[in-house]
């Protein structure tokens, strides 16, 4: 099937075809063109997202003071330029939705899949270019009405990025919870009608589209993370978008889904035998398996980076594909661990907290192999090289402090406070931010055509971890003190008085990692136009998309789509000269393929 | 004042970060600068890796010297030491991993930085080593898990018990309410369709026809007598609440139309508690905190802050809405002749609506 796609398209795609200004860079369906629209929306969600983290975060450190900004930025909302506690909880809801949705759910997997899973595989384009297409601008649309949302008269959604019924549900609870929330409901139902379209396409085109010899063996582990990574998206989206229709139903169709038993602003309200927890469960059969949504894609681009500069085969790919298999099995059967304290059946309890801490199996074993891949390497410390190194470190950092929010006992004290705030952001939120940045350094040139700033990346680089670190290491200890999260300020209890001083300390790091992301974004936008040009494999890479010639055209490859000889990691292989083979290279006479 | 330092802080170290990539560009030799880290590139980031170890070892170190005193003090209930125990259990295993796991990964970065000259070793597989290192971590979280599930168990499954005080912890925003069950020590049945009767004084919805309910009695601070194990119904009336006591190590959600449940016994007076050497010094930090800003607003013509002492508290857990973080309600711990001595001043339910 594969091989006779391949050559049948042949022809239509050996020479250019005559594009128009429209078909080339807006409605374009060349998985290229497609893979920039979504780095280029993601990284501005991630500016938007990163800026509202840190006006909350100037409040935490210097609690109801004036901020010439807040007024520059928040206008009514903050008057004299302090900040009311209603802003302070949208900015923590849509910086929380802009992070985990826009940005490392579509902004990382949306941009490198889309780039990577032709090219690696050898395919002209994606399955379907037009559903591609479609995806792409749902997606703009969803950012659209979300950013929409930010302007409407009470203000943006504000109950937590997760919804919960009863406060997401009824106006009079809270001002985001109106046309707000209404715009955020609609925009993640958009959102997720995106993400279904470019799953299924993923899916189908690794399936389908691989290039001659290309077998399920020889996928370099991006392409297993995204393969895999689109058919969790595939089996929990659906329930989230569920939730949200039931909770529009609930909000502006008088059901009784979610809520039952309301007494609010002097009024007992209709709603009669829904639950709140029944929405707990199908957000977290979504919310959770999202985190491996989010992760994967990042540990994938880190597999092939380590390598790659590492000089090094990647340690263990049978066991790689192995431990990504079996997180994406057990992410689907963890979500409870987000309810111990929900008041569901403390047997529930038990059952969650064993699937859970299983996770930490595989996650440790992929931990093993990256630092096993680094043991006699001949690493190239380039900046993409650093950053996956680093999500390796903040990857074992955050996902250690899981054990203990795993384990319901131990949850029953840190849920909902800081503890669980830093350990999702070095696990998930670093991490796969890391993975991002590791992704656009190094395919920047399949891109672009062009390099960027080495020095500008290392700089990006150091800051960016030092204040990783800076930020979420003090943050475990405000949650073990028993500081609840969304707090607009600590002050009101004495008992947290001594905790002022941590939040300075993250704030200042905070904001020295804000600005250190100008650097890249400097970098970035400078290299796209000035940087230097670069040679076709400049890292000296096996996979296919660096035998594609620099050009970008529709159908990647002039003539005969590269066949596969080989797996994605014979670096460094002895016997041969040169410490790389791509995979399009015949085997030598007598030289045996790996039984891997 | 602080303010403005650090916002010209901040400008300074963006203008030197900017200054130095400047110089660093200008540095480059036009014709070599390819962009792909070279020898004296991979030299120069395999040491800071090793620096970034230290970096992150000393960090830690560090955070706890100075911040390890904010920690909530030992747990005071029944179940607390179990969970402490646990935790500090837990907490080793993750350091130890954490420490060695960091070192390989740094030490590997600095050791194997890359030269131009050399080629790295073709290692793809080990089978030996893949097992050893899933069953290790296998064994250590299924001890973890025993342990684990062990003292959830121990803690979770409310038994009967005819001798232990039942209180309704009642949650709307932004407030708490606790109501006991009076003279017969049932609650009587509730429902937010009941809060408008008797002209709002229905003040968690009791329901009037029911003989349990008049003897009920709401207060809006919490008194418990020690020793005694307590068994709460939490309920609230508009949207998700969490009832937090961290220095029980306790906590459960409310849920508009259920009851959820948790029960502990606490051990440690409110009287003792203050008496805590750990707490005492707590306290005094905190004090000490409260005078310097104190100070400040002194200065611009407000009110001093009172003097901190110590209580135990129950707070709000799940966001509830704008104050949320108000949202709270005064612990009182203390002998059961005390808290009979102060229930026995409650107004009933029944006398309250009269």
Known sequence: MSIESAHSHEDDHGHHHKETFITKYIFSQDHKMIAKQYLITGLFMGFVGIAMSLLFRLQLAWPEKPFGIFEILLGKWAPDGVMDPNVYLALVTIHGTIMVFFVLTAGLSGTFSNLLIPLQIGARDMASGLLNMISYWLFFLSCTLMVASLFVEAGPAAAGWTVYPPLSALPQAQPGSGTGMTLWLVSMAVFIASSLLAALNYVVTVINLRTKGMTMSRLPLTIWAFFVTAIIGIVSFPVLLSAALLLIMDRSFGTSFFLSDIFIQGEVLHYQGGSPVLYEHLFWFLGHPEVYIVILPALGITSEVIATNARKPIFGYRAMIASILAIAFLSTIVWGHHMFISGMNPFLGSVFTFTTLLIAIPSAVKAFNYITTLWKGNLQLNPAMLFSIALVSTFISGGLTGIILGDSTLDINVHDTYFVVAHFHLVMGISALYGLFAGVYHWFPKMFKRMMNKNLGYIHFWVTAICAYGVFFPMHFIGMAGLPRRYYTNTNFPYFDDLANINVVITVFALIAGAAQLVFLYNFIHSIFYGKKTKQNPWKSNTLEWTAPIEHFHGNWHGEIPHVHRWAYDYSKPGHDEDYIPQNIPLKKGEEELQH | ?354
């Open chain 2, 1 to 354: 004042m602080t303010i403005f330092l650090t916002l010209i802080l901040l400008i300074l170290v963006t203008v030197s970060i900017w200054q130095v990539t400047k110089i660093l560009e200008l540095s480059q030799p036009k014709e070599e600068s390819t962009q792909i880290a070279d020898d004296d590139d991979n030299q120069m980031q395999g040491k800071l890796m090793l620096v970034f170890l230290i970096f992150i070892y000393g960090l830690t170190l560090f955070s706890f010297w100075r911040w390890g005193d904010v920690l909530l003090p030992d747990a005071s209930s029944d179940h607390g030491p179990g969970y402490d125990t646990l935790m500090w259990v837990t907490f080793s295993v993750i350091f130890f991993v954490q420490t060695v796991t960091q070192a390989f990964l740094h030490y590997f970065s600095y050791k194997y930085r890359g030269e131009k000259s050399r080629k790295a070793f073709f290692y793809a597989d080990n089978d030996r080593l893949e097992a050893i290192w899933t069953i290790i971590p296998t064994i250590v979280l299924a001890a973890l898990i025993l342990y684990g599930l062990y003292t959830w168990n121990d803690i979770m499954y409310v038994e009967k018990n005819e001798d232990a005080l039942v209180v309704e912890l009642y949650a709307q925003q932004f407030n708490w309410k606790a109501r006991y069950g009076g003279e017969d020590n049932v609650l009587g049945d509730a429902n937010v369709r009941f809060l408008q009767d008797f002209d709002g004084k229905n003040l968690v919805g009791i329901d009037a026809t029911d003989p349990n309910g008049l003897d009920d009695i709401i207060v809006q601070e919490l008194h418990l007598p020690v020793g005694k194990e307590i068994i709460f119904k939490m309920r609230s009336q508009d949207v998700l609440h969490s009832a937090y006591m961290p220095h029980f190590r306790a906590q459960m959600n409310c849920v508009p139309g259920m009851i959820t449940e948790f029960a502990f016994t606490p051990t440690k007076t409110t009287e003792q508690m203050r008496m805590d050497t750990d707490v005492i010094s707590k306290v005094r930090k905190i004090n000490e905190i409260r005078k310097i800003n104190s100070e400040e607003l002194i200065a611009n013509g407000e009110e001093a802050l009172d003097p901190y002492i110590f209580d135990y508290v129950l707070l709000c857990n799940k966001i509830c809405g704008a104050s949320h973080y108000t949202m709270q309600m005064k612990i009182i711990v203390e002998t059961e002749q005390e808290f009979n001595k102060w229930i026995k001043s409650q107004q009933t339910f029944a006398q309250f609506i009269q």
